[in-house]
């Protein structure tokens, strides 16, 4: 299943919005029921660190500025109000088929 | 709290092998999966294969999969990956993270929920 991110950057001036589109080729509805589209935020020189789950499930310590919403083939995820520790790249991986596959990323920057 | 604590980084020629470690702690090792992820220049994220500490179960991508041996050892809550026929384009960071789609139960879901600190490999003559 390929993914694709837009766009790949963007700057944003803090305070201000932010939003990243994720498409998948395929529907992301496993057999569980459950939509296994996963974000991930990568800050310089560190490992992925996971923000949503299952499309819109927030992971604990997250700020509920990020939010994550979408279904089937088409998600996204919104900053509500860009910080400057926001800075750096952000991924969605898609984890209903197999093997596991990312999108490109999109660098996030402070303008 | 959970930890998964990887190996220094390496230097390799090609053609030779690596063999990388993930030493978990904060939790039971023996119930969740682990899977590998690499990070190379042109190629993003990819995932490289999953193994479970609990049954004789691994998978591995298809592109890898005459390349990559995954092993576990639950007396030292260590997983390992092993990538063989080394070139440059090997060259790049290795992650390891835990993987256990089946218990994402309510606001729990440990997929992908705690990374490695990452260990750069570096191919070259």
């Known amino acids: 299943v390929l993914m694709t991110q837009s766009p790949l950057s963007l700057a944003v001036t803090v305070g201000q919005p932010a939003s990243i589109s994720c498409r998948s080729t395929?529907?992301?509805?496993?057999?569980?029921?459950?939509?296994?589209l996963t974000w991930f935020q990568q800050r310089p020189g560190q490992s992925p660190r996971r923000l949503i789950y299952?499309?819109?499930d927030r992971d604990s310590g997250v700020p509920d500025r990020f939010r994550g919403s979408g279904s089937g083939t088409d998600f996204t995820l919104e900053i509500s109000r860009v910080e400057p520790e926001d800075i750096g790249v952000y991924f969605c991986?898609?984890?209903?088929?197999?093997?596991?596959?990312f999108g490109p990323g999109t660098k996030l920057e402070i303008k | 709290q959970v930890q998964l604590v990887q190996s220094g980084s390496e230097v390799k020629r090609p053609g030779a092998s690596v063999k990388l470690s993930c030493r978990a702690s904060?939790?039971?090792?023996?119930?969740?999966?682990i899977s590998w992820v690499r990070q190379v220049p042109g190629h993003g994220l990819e995932w490289l294969g999953w193994?479970?500490?609990?049954?004789?179960?691994?998978h591995v991508a298809p592109r890898f999969d005459d390349r990559v041996t995954l092993t576990t050892d639950t007396s030292s809550d260590t997983s390992y990956l092993e990538l063989r026929s080394l070139t440059s384009d090997d060259t790049g960071f290795y992650y390891c993270?835990?993987?256990?789609?089946?218990?994402?139960?309510?606001?729990?879901?440990?997929?992908?929920?705690?990374w490695g600190q990452g260990a750069l490999v570096t191919v070259s003559s």
């Open positions: 993270a835990r993987d256990e789609r089946q218990y994402c139960v309510g606001v729990t879901c440990p997929y992908f929920d705690h």
């Open positions: 991986m898609q984890g209903a088929h197999w093997p596991p596959t």
């Open positions: 299952k499309v819109s």
């Open positions: 193994i479970s500490p609990y049954e004789p179960s691994r």
């Open positions: 904060g939790y039971n090792f023996a119930i969740y999966g």
């Open positions: 395929q529907s992301l509805v496993f057999r569980d029921g459950n939509t296994y």
